[in-house]
């Protein structure tokens, strides 16, 4: 005898409440919690195993709702289907039909939002806003994150761009090869998060290693890096003088940053509770730093006295404030002194390879002294495990060589290496 479905009706249902399951037969079953619950279950057998699925609670599906989803399960079981397993297919399906509604601008936002805490400046976080809109939104912005695949990503890397105003156009890989290989790296990251978080599946069409590389020359192949432009170290001397005769916290910012070998970032984000005059040290932490490990940075007599005056016009927790005070001096603002200076031959970074050159060329202090007081990582892993203290003393030594020699204003006769201390 068929065993008989359909045994309760609506009336036993609505009286249900005492803990339990209630079958209706063909599978189906009423389930009241001891908390007073009541949800529909489909029971049944697959590859010899039991199985139960939920169909949903009572609040939501009615019995005749409840009978129509069992009969669905059972017409997929004679078929061969598992119907949790069809219902996760489906699930996914819309998932994925969801995820097609994200676009690449979207997610790109979402990245950087999710990862701006993580990064030392918000200028960093502007950038990667900046490079997206300016070269991958225009093309693939409005367009599914699903949707991306290497020919848009091709479309982005070389799309028509002039190295110089009003010259001839060339693809954006060959005519600024940095900054498309830095367009390329952040949309291979913004695409990696994406799949990640489930709005788009398979491989990431902006990878380098093994897909790109394929199709696009290496970087160094395209054209010569252009390094920051630097002061020939014999000029320093001169030079200083000229900048400690500007006024303003710019210069003196400028100042304290050629004299530390300092980067911009490090400058202009110091704190007065980072200088610590009585040791004639500045620790800068290991947030604002590009090797995100702590930095002392021994001060010499000439940047001690950069501090000094800095007291005199304290405003708020910076040591160089810009406007308003609460707010450190900008990015800029260094920059836009150089140009009054008439020196647009060489950039604030490039004093550090003025300090880099001077040191190994004057100097007879050891280059890893050299490359410490610049906070430059160490990639060889077995040098940077042995090397396990900061140099701080002879640190100290180079930088007051430095200072010093940055005094001189007119060298005379042959210029004399500074030997280092034993």
């Not at 005059?277 to 007599?301: C, F, Q």
């Not at 001690?304 to 800095?310: G, K, N, P, Q």
């Not at 020196?343 to 280059?367: C, K, M």
Request: hydrophobic share 45%; proline share 5%.
């Amino acid at each position: 005898m068929a065993r008989k479905i359909q045994r309760l009706t609506a009336l036993a249902v609505e009286r249900a409440k005492r803990p339990g399951w209630y079958a209706d037969g063909g599978g189906l079953y009423l389930q009241v919690t001891p908390e007073g619950g009541r949800s529909w279950s489909f029971r049944f057998m697959l590859d010899r195993r039991p199985r139960e699925m939920g169909l949903g609670p009572l609040q939501v599906i009615n019995l005749s709702e409840a009978r129509a989803k069992a009969m669905q399960c059972r017409r997929m079981l004679l078929d061969g289907i598992d119907p949790i397993e069809a219902r996760k297919a489906e699930r996914e399906r819309a998932r994925l039909e969801a995820a097609n509604s994200i676009t690449f601008k979207e997610c790109a936002a979402s990245f950087i939002k999710a990862n701006k805490a993580g990064w030392r400046t918000e200028k960093h976080a502007d950038l990667w806003t900046n490079t997206m809109a300016t070269y991958a939104e225009p093309i693939i912005g409005a367009l599914s994150v699903q949707s991306i695949d290497t020919g848009l990503v091709m479309r982005v890397l070389e799309q028509e761009v002039c190295k110089q105003p009003g010259g001839p156009s060339e693809t954006l890989w060959s005519a600024k090869p940095e900054t498309a290989g830095r367009v390329r790296g952040r949309m291979e990251a913004i695409l990696a998060w994406a799949t990640v978080r489930g709005y788009r599946t398979g491989d990431n069409p902006a990878r380098w290693r093994g897909h790109l590389d394929k199709l696009l020359p290496p970087q160094s192949k395209v054209a010569q890096v252009e390094h920051h432009a630097a002061l020939p170290y014999a000029e320093i001397g001169p030079f200083m003088a000229s900048l400690r005769a500007q006024e303003g916290i710019a210069a003196r910012a400028m100042e304290f940053a050629i004299l530390t070998a300092g980067r911009t970032g490090e400058v202009i984000g110091a704190r007065w509770n980072e200088i610590d005059i009585d040791a004639a040290t500045w620790t800068v932490p290991a947030a604002r730093m590009k090797g995100r490990r702590e930095h002392r940075v021994p001060l010499s007599a000439a940047a001690l006295a950069v501090v000094e005056a800095m007291k005199i016009v304290r405003q708020g927790d910076y040591l160089f404030p810009g406007l308003p005070a609460d707010r450190p001096l900008s990015n800029m603002a260094m920059l836009a002194l150089l140009r009054r200076m008439k020196r647009d031959d060489v950039t604030v970074h490039g004093f550090r390879s003025t300090f880099r050159d001077w040191a190994a060329e004057q100097t007879a202090f050891p280059s890893e002294v050299v490359e410490m007081a610049l906070a430059h990582v160490v990639n060889n892993k077995v040098e940077a495990a042995y090397r396990r203290g900061d140099l701080f003393n002879k640190r100290r030594k180079l930088m007051d060589a430095w200072a010093g020699y940055s005094a001189i204003v007119k060298p005379t006769g042959n210029v004399v290496a500074i030997r280092a201390a034993e």
